[in-house]
């Protein structure tokens, strides 16, 4: 009979220091480590350029206003070569840039250009007068058709508005011109156009005068610089 409760004892007690083990394992229960995004780092913020408004302001440098350069002198350059002044030449032209007048026919031609130096310097206020035929090749010589004279801007600039020229026996289109810096010589010349056929029959055309010409629609439009002495 001892040996019996002896033997519930023991096992008693070896139930007991089982059951010590098995609550240590259960009790404490760590919490599940949860990893949470971290929300900041994973949201990309967009990015936004805002102006700083205490940061100066780019200060846009003013366009420089200059007229088109004469990108055809290289100093020094040469004179514009003269030529005749032909029977046609009326002194005391009008003042006026522009030739045309109501109902005349013929090509509308834009001519533009400067007057400089040898050394590329613009002359101001230099003197143009242009004289020329009509589209048939007549020159108006009682009155002042197709005539005028006018001078440079500050910048060397001159604008001509006039019709091309017509031809007549012996000559291919041509314009007349006396170019004249303040104080200076007259130079007395012509412009010629590119492409007509009659360009190398006529003994006084020189291509060193021919007028850069671009179609502008029904009109033309021509570029010409002269190289003149200033003094
Ligand atoms: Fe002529």
């Known amino acids: 009979m001892l040996r019996f409760f002896t033997g519930i004892l023991i096992l008693a007690a ?5 059951a ?12 599940p480590e949860i990893t949470m995004p971290a929300a900041a780092s994973n ?24 007229a088109a350069s004469p990108v055809s002198c290289t100093s020094p350059a ?24 109501a109902g005349m026919s013929g090509t509308k031609l834009t001519l533009t250009g400067y007057v400089l130096t040898t050394d590329c ?20 010589n009682t009155g002042f058709t197709l ?11 001159y604008q001509l ?7 007549y026996p012996g000559r291919t289109e041509h ?15 012509q412009l010629f156009f590119p492409g007509v056929t009659n360009n190398e029959s006529d003994n006084i055309y020189n291509p060193a005068l021919l007028i850069k010409i671009q179609e502008n629609g029904s009109s033309l439009q021509g570029t010409f610089d002269f190289i003149i002495a200033a003094q």
């Open 147 to 157: 005539r005028g004279h006018q001078y440079t801007d500050a910048n060397g600039h």
């Open 121 to 140: 310097q613009p002359v101001a206020h230099a003197l143009l007068d242009f004289w020329q035929a009509d589209s048939q090749g007549q020159y108006d």
């Open 161 to 167: 508005e006039t019709v091309v020229p017509g031809l």
């Open 14 to 18: 070896l139930l007991a220091g089982c």
């Open 78 to 101: 040469s004179l514009t070569p003269a030529l005749t002044e032909g029977p046609f030449f009326k002194a005391n032209s009008p003042e006026r840039a522009s030739l045309l007048e």
């Open 20 to 31: 010590i083990p098995q609550g240590a394992a259960s009790a404490p229960t760590s919490a």
């Open 43 to 66: 949201i990309a913020e967009p990015t936004v350029t805002l102006p700083t408004e205490d940061q100066p302001t780019a200060v846009q440098p003013e366009a420089t206003q200059t």
């Open 175 to 189: 314009i007349h011109v006396k170019v004249q810096a303040p104080g200076g010589p007259v130079l007395t010349s």
